[in-house]
């Protein structure tokens, strides 16, 4: 007799970009399909002095259990952080720490999700949170994107058409889009919200990492010019695309009924993010590392993003269409077919891994209504060299 | 419009537990209320060597995204660990890294349990356990303790009448009840297991905590003595309570099928563990700093459980019974009412706060059925001259 599963399994299946992931072991392969920050950028210094000088000082809290709220010298240096950015009156109380962003989507579908609640995402989104919502069961509707992200007066359209228990976004440099929500368009979601009386999810993992001019302020920072729209945000934070993503330390700001449920999910999800991780985190917050951390990555990551939109102007021409990404990992593109050229992204990944190169098409990001002809680069972990190479194998690859 | 939540939060409540543990912050109270080990016992010289090492060997593993199976030489270290305890055959990918052993619980809750699915669990078991399944719908069944741990005859007859999605048991100095299961009881539900194809989850984060002898092998080591069973055994291991729990590692072993479900679904709960702890405990193992650690613990936790059951019959007399635990951090003792004297344990509690000493009342470890006179008492974390005295205050609050 076979093992009985959740019927909850039935509703999601392993990832099809994974399968693309075992191709990756090619010899000289080179590689745009990872979502992750660049290791050669990691501030090993500032963390081990970090991480010794939590266990110096407080080794027991450090290493002993904690609060599943979170290790509260590491609340309250979040919370300065995000009152740097503009969001000046987020409590540390107001704010629980989560083991990376993606538990807090975790913990938001456990706390939100019914089976068969409606939600909006964007499409494309974030490939782990269409999974990660549709293991509790939600029904996802997919709202359209342009350059400026999600429209919103389809998205309007939606709320009233779906009543949806929540909407998640992405704002500023989502991936896969690496689209930034304009500033009149993020007051729009925020009065769409307390109208419709509608929770938005604001995923903010890549916000800080903006190569010129920093994007206009979080949702949540613009709630202090949205009057009621508090109460219908949730913001989600993360240090694993700017620090570390092996600390796994997010974070989590939501009104004070959905926080209280949240933390209790937390409970009895992981009793409570690593204190170790969260000792190191706050320490290098307070020991003032990250603004000199955050201009390194910016001026790397920009250069790299210059380079490998170039590279795609003068090796792909017309056959390729995308928005310059002004932050984040991520250049979205289209392929346009210009020429008679391929026009599926699916078919180019198969092709491209051929000629020594990888990325990922952008179908998987779609909850419904995949555009096919859609891929996602990433430029983060690849040297300027290598992008212009890589770029290169992909325009043999489109033929 | 208040906010909506999913209905399965309706199955849980805010541990009646929470409440006392805010009464702990009372000057000069004696607390025997915590589940935890003893900060003074962690090895923080042992820890920071490990973490330095890590960062420095290999920085960009330890600081980065890792496989959502756990991190490799960590998987293989957790493999010989459990093969020195008589666990031989378990390769490094027949497991997975948890983030503590309550995600591995999650993860189970995740993959196993629809809303009605029975489940039978020890009355009392973990009191996280109970709300972590019940967060998923489980319908849980208790099971009835004695000294040598679950009674396998009653345990066979729940299982023909309810037919389980699996059985949930701590067989080596469980939380709270401290009972350690005969080798003969434990054969015995390795044999249920293949004779009723039914799942049996072991959760041994005490199993290294014992005073005098080892206690009999666990359940994983025993499936080779018993053919078939290893199809139907899953064990949760943790660092937790012999390392320490601030790392929140953990990990499980379970059928190839199952743990490729668990997977599945933590990829979407936190992605992986922190890597960063993750090299640092592999570290730990690889440093051979282990077996001291241990020695230095089971002393010390063994004279302190001597030194509270001394107390204990001293001056609480045929008031109380108890069987002394050979292991773990609890003394689990029932009134006896003896004398007149109080036979509730949450009455206990109250009374036992205004004199200056604190312990959990054991009702609200039974998913059903509480047995209203049982106390749990923690002697892991207070000297032995606090304990005297702590256990001089429970007598006076007695009466």
Chains 1, 2 share one sequence.
Request: with cysteine; glycine share 10%; hydrophobic share 45%.
């Amino acid at each position: 007799m076979p093992l009985t599963f959740a019927q909850r399994l039935d509703n999601v299946e392993t990832s099809a970009i994974r399968e693309l992931f075992k191709l990756l072991g090619k010899p000289g392969i080179i590689s745009f399909a990872g979502g992750f920050p660049d290791s050669a950028m990691f501030d090993v210094q500032g963390i081990s002095a970090a991480v010794n000088t939590a266990l110096q000082t407080e080794p027991g809290a450090a290493l002993q259990y904690g609060a599943t709220e979170g290790f509260q010298p590491l609340r309250e240096q979040l919370s300065a952080f995000m009152a740097q950015k503009g969001a000046k009156d987020v409590a540390p109380d107001q704010l629980i720490v989560t083991t990376g962003s993606q538990q807090a989507l975790d913990l938001l579908g456990k706390t939100l999700v019914d089976p068969g609640s409606k939600a909006i995402v964007e499409g494309p989104t974030f490939l782990a949170t269409i999974q990660c919502f549709r293991l509790y069961g939600a029904d996802l509707v997919s709202a359209p994107v342009d350059g400026d992200g999600v429209q919103v007066d389809k998205l309007e359209q939606l709320i009233v058409e779906h009543r949806p228990r929540f909407i998640y976004l992405i704002p500023t440099f989502g991936n896969p889009s690496g689209a930034m929500l304009s500033l009149e368009r993020r007051k729009r979601v925020l009065e769409l919200a307390v109208k419709y009386q509608t929770l938005i999810i604001e995923d903010d993992p890549y916000g800080d990492l903006y190569f010129d001019a920093p994007p206009p302020p979080s949702l949540l920072a613009l709630t202090a010019e949205v009057p009621g729209s508090r109460d219908w945000l949730v913001h989600c934070g993360s240090l694993s695309k700017v620090l570390s993503p092996g600390l796994r330390v997010g974070w989590m700001v939501a009104p004070a009924a959905l926080l209280a449920k949240a933390t209790m999910c937390k409970q009895f999800s992981d009793a409570h993010t690593s204190t170790f991780a969260q000792a190191t985190a706050a320490q290098y917050l307070a020991d003032g590392h990250m603004p000199a951390t955050l201009a390194r990555v910016r001026q790397v990551y920009g250069q790299r993003a210059r380079t490998m939109t170039d590279a795609l102007r003068s090796e792909l021409g017309d056959a390729i269409d995308f928005v310059a990404p002004q932050g984040g990992l991520f250049v979205w593109a289209r392929l346009t077919g210009a020429g008679g050229k391929l026009k599926d992204g699916a078919e180019l990944a198969k092709r491209a891994i051929e000629q020594g190169v990888a990325f990922v098409p952008g179908a998987p990001f779609y909850c419904a209504n995949p555009d096919l002809s859609t891929l996602r680069l990433s430029f983060a972990t690849v040297g300027d060299d290598k992008i212009r190479e890589g770029i290169g194998r992909l325009a043999r690859a489109l033929g």
